[in-house]
RNA sequence: GGGGAGGUAGCUCAAUUUGGCGGAGCGGCGGACUUUGACUCCGCAGGUUGCUGGUUCGAAGCCAGCCCUCCUCGCCA
């Protein structure tokens, strides 16, 4: 048993109690469920950390099992990606991957059982009637006219269904239960609708599909799941879940309703991503902007941060939103004690250091993370011309800003203390170039003998040894908190965030980078957490940045800025 | 409007089972440290526990009434 990760919560105190009562025998048993008709997003993190977390904690077992009951949605493609998904989050269903479509023929089965026993019937209505006869949320359904048919009678038009002789939607298989019942999921809910259409995996071998609600629950039976966790939209589904599995007298897992994941800034309903993706709003299912685990692995998002992230947030019956920054907080948590530091340049600014000799090169050691000694040092080539960051120069430095500007000096990482003796500028009267002298007393970036200090150090990569990448900054894909709260006739997209994505080309990184791995992770001494895009190639490095280091010198500069407004 | 579920710092959650001084993480603010304005560490602020009444020596919790939010009227899941 591991050790529970964070405080408890409702679900896990319904555990330890069936644990105590001996309710499944000891056992527990969970399954993640989805539908393979889109891609997993961060929402669905979750949901599978929830379910195979619980059920490592007690030494038990979690079940993949897709819900492939409806042919018209669902693809194989998602189910590779699905299960690619799963794994890199971290968890293992071992040789338990299921589909609903695998008890189809059980399912048949207890169809004909419930017809048998009266409690199910075929039903001629159309779509439309089923509707009107359904009632309202406060006013009682009228039974269908074809709710008391024989037996006999139910049990051949159902066989006939299935061998297919009548068209899409011409009749249905239904529960009978009762038409007056405040819950409209009791209001005789459809169990078989006929489909002539091809499935991902049976074909063409039936042309009648269950529903939704007559398929969970019994291949939760069927796996022998313990807890069917699920989202609070299924809370009215329950008592139907508990009516199929009684009535048919088999084995009674208990269904269990928490709050889906909401974030801020964020977008989390299939249907709006899919418009993205479509619209070519993003370049698709795994854009590093996202909210898809395709596209937050794509990002930099290292499984572990997540998984610390879903222990975080706990479990409740609330409706809310996570601040994104929450989940920000775990990746940086997680990407400080990982990812190798390393210099780059991402808006550079040549600087020359005119007492440096011309043609030398030193190599510096530079420590590969501070956090983690074992990983080691490594040698960056210093010279007479580097680039520095465009930032870290200011001709006319605002206060409290101090860094490099005119007159002063500040040292360069692992470098040397440099002071500004000059500038060069273009036509335009913009900065291209500045002039420094350095202090040989200083090397390694140490102080000098005299005591001297410095109040700020800034990273560099000598010119003639820097390559050459490109870098890629993302910000939030919305301006809104909530990206579904517009203005009236406008839709989400009204809130998209033109400056999502930034695509700096001519970055100079030091020259350790040099054949980096797609996918691997380096802190840009500075800036932020960076990786490696698959966009990649062997002579064009691509980066994307998984986020920005906190930055108080920003915050400083925007209340600055705020306050004189 | 029927039914279901919720309401505790800015956000997410504890404390409720057995009535007994309402806490934590994140965020914010301030400071220490620092060869990353990062990290780390320390401190501070922030609550009419949705509201009103009741029971009680004592209520976030128990009782009554009310308010607000979310879910639910697919042959989707």
């Not at 002539?196 to 269950?210: E, K, L, Q, S």
Request: hydrophobic share 30%.
């Amino acid at each position: 048993m591991n050790p529970p990760t964070g405080p408890s919560h409702f679900i896990r105190d319904i555990i330890l109690e069936d644990l105590k009562t001996n309710k499944f025998g000891g056992r527990v048993h969970t399954r993640f469920p989805p539908e393979p008709n889109g891609y997993l997003h961060i929402g669905h993190a979750k949901s599978i950390c929830l379910n195979f977390g619980l059920a490592a904690e007690f030494g038990g077992k979690t079940n993949l099992r897709f819900d492939d009951t409806n042919p018209e949605k669902e693809e194989t493609e998602y189910v590779d990606s699905i299960m690619e998904t799963v794994k890199w989050l971290g968890f293992d269903w071992e040789d338990r991957l299921f589909y609903a479509s695998d008890y189809f023929g059980q399912l048949y089965e207890w169809a004909l059982q419930l017809i048998r026993s009266g409690q199910a019937y075929v039903c001629d209505l159309t779509a439309d009637e089923v509707r009107k006869y359904r009632g309202t949320l406060t006013e009682p359904g009228k039974e269908s006219p074809y709710r008391n048919r024989s037996v006999e009678e139910n049990l051949d038009l159902f066989q006939r269904m299935k061998a297919g002789e009548f068209p899409d939607g011409f009749r249905t298989l239904r529960a009978k239960i009762d038409m007056a019942s405040p819950n409209l999921n009791m209001r005789d809910p459809v169990m078989y609708r006929i489909l002539h259409a091809d499935h991902h995996r049976t074909g063409d071998t039936w042309c009648i599909y269950p529903m939704y609600d007559f398929a969970h629950g019994e291949s939760d039976s069927i796996e022998r799941i313990t807890h069917s966790i699920c989202t609070l939209e299924f809370e009215d589904h329950r008592p139907l879940y508990d009516w199929y599995v009684e009535q048919l007298g088999i084995y009674h897992p208990q269904q269990i309703e928490f709050d889906r994941l909401n974030l801020t800034y964020t977008l989390l309903s299939k249907r709006k991503l899919l418009t993205l993706v479509q619209d070519g709003h993003v370049r698709g299912w795994d854009d590093p902007r996202m909210p898809t685990l395709a596209g937050i692995k794509r990002r930099g998002y290292t499984p572990e941060a997540i998984r610390n992230f879903c222990g975080a947030i706990g479990v409740s019956k609330t409706n809310g939103i996570i601040e994104l920054g929450l989940l920000e907080h775990y990746v940086r948590e997680d990407l400080n004690k990982r990812a190798a530091r390393v210099m780059a340049v991402i808006r550079p600014l040549r600087l020359v250091i005119d007492n440096y000799p011309e043609g030398q090169v030193e190599e510096m050691e530079a420590v590969n993370n501070p956090e983690d000694s074992s990983m080691g040092t490594r040698k960056v080539p210093f010279s007479r011309v580097l680039y520095i960051e465009q930032e870290d120069f200011r001709e006319d430095p605002p206060k409290q800003y101090y860094r490099l500007s005119p007159g002063r000096e500040v040292r360069l990482r692992y470098g040397y203390f440099v002071t500004c003796t000059g500038v060069v500028k273009n036509e335009k009267g913009e900065v291209v170039e500045i002039h420094c002298t350095y202090d040989p007393a200083t090397k390694g970036g140490n102080a000098p003998p005299d005591g001297r200090k410095v109040k700020s150090t800034i990273h560099w990569v000598s010119a003639p040894h820097a390559v050459d990448a490109e870098v890629r900054l993302y910000d939030n894909l919305f301006t809104r908190e909530n990206p579904s709260d517009t203005k009236e006739g406008e839709d989400f997209t009204a809130n998209l965030n033109p400056n999502s994505l930034e695509i700096l080309r001519g970055a100079k990184l030091e020259p350790s980078l040099t054949g980096a791995p797609v996918e691997s992770r380096y802190q840009f001494e500075r800036l932020g957490y960076f990786c490696v895009d698959p966009d990649s190639t062997p002579g064009n490095l691509v980066f994307n940045r998984t986020l920005a280091l906190r930055d108080t010198w920003a915050k400083i500069e925007k209340k600055e800025k705020g306050g004189k407004a």
